[in-house]
């Protein structure tokens, strides 16, 4: 196993697209009016990039082998979290191989309980985590779906979110989830507006088309009860993502009003086994949308999905393209997948992360087959990345 002992670990921010795809231009649906935590202050609702989704920018984790085997990863953070993987995290891979996947996790989260536990320091060990599956596919010359488990269906089919699910309707897709436009802050008038924009959308579809609504922490429960209560008449299939994460009162409080009229979930910021734990115990979502690239990588996903299996749960995770299709198509529990429509106006199905991954899949007609190339099947678009000189705080090419 010496020559696949771990000699390098390195980490890249990225010049365009890539992990953060929040990352876009003015014009792009997903930085425009959209309801959010921060829309309680009039000056941050026009744009999210207004209040800065996009400052972190992309992280790139590439972890070598003495034979010359690369693997990478890919997640959100930027040159903080690049500091966290080469600064810290690196002393705990390079020397070890990638089969000691389960103690280079733990070695990792143990390490940084004292400043992590969530959100970037989560980041950045989650793109270590896929890093090192990646690059275990390539030695063992197997995708990563095939190591954990195998696949359980032939197929992935998709829900689509973006701002046109009546197009997303015309590809195939079965469903589309909107991207709420006004919060609480707005009062009547706004209510009002994401109800007209609902009905006008499912009239558009019609009745068998899911229609959801992403709520991207923007509410309190009183207003997603009235807005739920409002949109029945048009059959919302679910309600996402409606409180602070670290709410779980609310979600459960929510979900009890519902009384099944509609499904409620959440996940999307939340992070590790222990995380999702006290969601589940609390019964505050009929299922949980964990992103891979931020909840702990596919280590901590795969101890997540079994949590969640035990209590009867979906698990349908967030985005983050192939790293999410290997779990989804090896998990009984996870019936289907999301695609976020990166297009600009979501009217063609276009890579997520591109321009940074090549061999990167797309659904067609709704529905992808997995490639047998090994890791996670996707290569590097290497004139995208820099590395961080740490002496200046300055990207180097």
Partial sequence: MKKHEIVAMRAYIVAQGGGDYHAQAAEHWIVGEIATPMSAYPAYRATRTAWGINVLGSLVVEIETRDGTIGFGVSTGGPPAA????????????????WDIEKIWDQMYRSTLFYGRKGLVLNAISAVDLAL????????????YAMIGGAVRESLIFYATGPRPDLAQQMGFIGGKLPLAFGPASGEEGLRENVRRFRSMRERVGDDFWLMYDCWMALDVP???????????????WMEECFSPDDIWAYQAFRQAMQGKMLVSTGEHEA???????????????????????????????????????????????????????FVIS?????????LMMHPDASEVVPMFSPLLEKEPIPVHGT??????????????????????????????
């Fill in 83 to 98: 500091w966290i993987v080469e600064k810290h995290l690196a002393r705990f891979v390079i020397g070890q191989t990638p």
């Fill in 133 to 144: 599956w990646d690059v275990l596919g390539r030695l063992r010359e197997e995708p990563v």
């Fill in 223 to 237: 207003y997603a009860i009235e807005l739920a209560n409002r949109l029945a008449p048009y059959h919302p299939k």
């Fill in 272 to 326: 590790t086994r222990w995380g999702f734990k006290s969601l589940l115990e609390a019964g505050a979502a009929d299922f949980i949308q964990p992103d891979v690239t931020w909840c702990g990588g596919l280590t901590e996903l795969l101890k997540i999905s079994a949590l969640a299996d035990a209590y009867g749960a979906w698990v349908i995770p967030h985005g983050s393209s192939v790293y999410s299709y290997h």
């Fill in 331 to 339: 998990r009984t529990n996870s019936p289907f997948s999301e695609f």
């Fill in 368 to 397: 992808l087959t997995l490639s047998d190339r090994p890791g996670f099947g996707v290569e590097l678009n290497r004139d995208l990345l820099r590395r961080v000189n740490w002496h200046q705080g300055e990207s180097l090419s």
